[in-house]
């Protein structure tokens, strides 16, 4: 087992253990176990083989016999007994918004509910409304949420999902019966929740490679298969496609299963009008095939330049890509710097200096740190003599080193009157300040609008943070005017994030494209509360591709110098 799913296991171990009434101190074992394995640097192995996985702070004897446990054997005998001794839709019913451990434990003894069918009963039939510590409002919330589940089953985070694809098409890759092979659909055009992995492949041998294939141990359940698709489930719970053709009509295939439906349609017309036939087995002029080595042909052919699978969503692509005036996109070499990184000052795992080392170990010249302020009291937001603190480490810190820079920030809460989370002379203090909104995020459109706007028009407000404080497949957008605060970002020159974590996304690239014609500049931020975090990055690339962004778009592409200057006149 790797890291994460180690981790998932003990977050489980606890949850089982809360839900039980079991001792305070070992949940918070467990709980904190979960978060200290996820958050450790590197492959978990190493820790195991060299024996230092007990010497990790938070990790005792009995926690890491667990660990080993699972490491070599694949299973925890603990965790299988305590799985038997609760009922399985209690999980299901922790993933409703609002309801904890301790929640889902008064459901189950006071009401005998064991599954999300039993509790959307109970909700309707107002049983909920005598219980301490719920109550009407609580009911009605716990109803909402077990819609959300509903309209968000089967599907799947992005940054969850690619790196199962990948390492997949990795070992596709690795055998000699593959010729070409590459991630189609939503994935490669990088939305941020899909339904489903496809996977195109070529070969002379599609019946031997389709018998390869349903070997791979990421396999779950074989649900069909044949010599041009096979059809699997993926112990992760999401389905995938894997088609075989051959190698001649690869780019064809390649370009259609990639999609969208909507980018190929418009493709389709256009191909008719010039009378060339387009399908997922070839370009055709009459009865003779348009022979294409590549995508590049394919768009040559139609009288266009090659179009990005990011921007193939029939939102002007195909217009642009015929007068030769696509933008040339943001790539990840592109990114020199990194911001929104929290640290153990507030509810970040690592320290400022592990932090900064790691970036540099991934070749980036300075970050941002900015933890919580003090209103976001349980993420342990910073008092002002912990900001004093923190400047001077980070002083100290900049001072042994000429080749990378800790720019000063903090992420201040936008308070629902729109001001800041800190008076001026404290807000002064920082090179930069993120201001983004973590609470009262059920006020109304006219009241949240005008409270983020408000922040904007603060003269310390250097970044807006995620915006509409989504989180995918949990919680909606906070009701808003998007557009009016893009505007008036762009008045006030502020900065708008992409939040780069794969639960946000945060802000939608469907509205990037409008701000980047308003003038508005971005910053691609990680939001990272650990050292894996960082990693975040390459999420919000993706995102800033999908809004046609540029290098010059973004500030996290500019040298050291350039955004030193940039952030001194805007605090000027």
């Not at 089982?16 to 079991?22: A, D, P, R, S």
């Not at 389709?268 to 009459?286: P, Q, T, V």
């Not at 005008?450 to 919680?475: C, D, P, Q, Y």
Request: with cysteine; hydrophobic share 35%.
């Amino acid at each position: 087992m790797d890291k994460r799913e180690i981790s998932r296991i003990l977050e489980e171990i606890g949850l089982m253990l809360e839900i039980k009434g079991e001792n305070p101190f070992k949940v918070r074992a467990y709980t904190n176990g979960a978060r200290i394995v996820e958050t450790l640097e590197g492959d978990i192995g190493d820790y195991i083989v060299d024996g230092k996985i007990i010497g990790i702070k938070g990790i005792g004897e009995a926690l890491s016999d667990k660990i080993l446990e699972l490491y070599e054997t694949g299973k925890l005998e603990y965790y299988e007994n305590l799985k038997n001794s609760i009922p399985s839709g209690l999980f299901d019913i922790l993933k409703i918004q609002g309801i904890g451990p301790k929640k889902a434990k008064v459901l189950y003894e006071k009401l005998g509910i064991t599954n999300v069918g039993e509790l959307e009963y109970a909700c309707k039939e107002n049983r909920l409304i005598g219980l301490d510590g719920f109550g009407e409002k609580t009911q009605s919330k716990i109803l909402k949420g077990i819609e959300d589940i509903k309209k968000f089953s089967g599907q799947y985070l992005y940054g969850y999902v690619v790196s199962v694809a990948e390492s997949i098409k990795n070992k596709l890759l690795e055998s000699p019966l593959v010729i070409r092979c590459d991630i189609a659909g939503s994935l490669r055009r990088k939305k941020e929740i899909v339904k489903d992995i496809d996977i195109l492949a070529s070969s002379d041998k599609p019946l031997m490679l389709m018998n390869y294939f349903t070997t791979f141990e990421e396999v779950d359940k074989i649900l069909s298969k044949g010599d041009t698709k096979t059809s699997v489930r993926l112990k992760l719970g999401i389905m995938m496609d894997l088609r075989v053709v051959e190698d001649f009509q690869y780019p064809y295939a390649l370009h259609h299963f990639t999609g969208s439906k909507q980018h190929n349609t418009a493709l389709r017309h256009r191909g008719k009008a010039a009378g060339i036939k387009i399908n997922e087995y070839g370009l055709f002029k009459g009865d003779e095939l348009i022979p294409c080595k590549d995508e590049q042909d394919i768009f040559n052919a139609l009288g266009l330049d090659y179009i990005p699978p990011e921007l193939r969503e029939n939102t002007g692509e195909i217009e642009e890509a015929e007068k030769r005036s696509l933008p040339k996109l943001i790539e990840y070499k592109d990114i020199k710097g990194a911001f929104h990184i929290h640290t153990n000052y507030s509810d970040g795992s690592s320290s400022i200096e592990d932090m900064a080392e790691a970036a540099r170990r991934m070749g980036l010249s300075y970050i941002g740190i900015s933890d919580h302020s003090r209103s976001a009291f349980y993420a342990n937001g910073l008092k002002e003599d912990d900001i004093k603190r923190q400047i001077e480490e980070i002083e100290r810190y900049n001072a042994k080193c000429s080749d990378f820079k800790i720019f000063k920030g903090i992420e201040a809460d936008i308070l629902p009157d729109g001001s800041l989370d800190y008076d001026d002379e404290i807000l002064y203090l920082f090179d930069f300040v993120i201001a983004s909104v973590h609470s009262n995020l059920g006020m109304s459109r006219d009241k949240m609008t005008a409270r983020v706007i408000n922040a904007v028009k603060n003269r310390h407000t250097t970044i807006l943070g995620h915006m509409t404080s989504r989180i995918l497949l949990a919680r909606e957008a906070c009701d808003m005017d998007v557009y009016a605060v893009i505007d008036a970002a762009a008045e006030n020159d502020v900065i708008i994030e992409i939040n780069s974590d794969p639960h946000r996304l945060d802000l939608d690239w469907r509205y990037i494209k409008y701000a980047k014609s308003k003038g508005v500049k971005f910053g691609i931020n990680p939001d990272a509360h650990s050292i894996e975090g960082l990693n975040n990055i390459r999420f919000g690339v993706g995102i800033a591709r999908k809004g046609w962004l540029e290098a010059g778009d973004i500030i996290n592409s500019m040298s050291l110098k350039e955004l030193g200057d940039y952030f001194e006149r805007h605090r000027r």
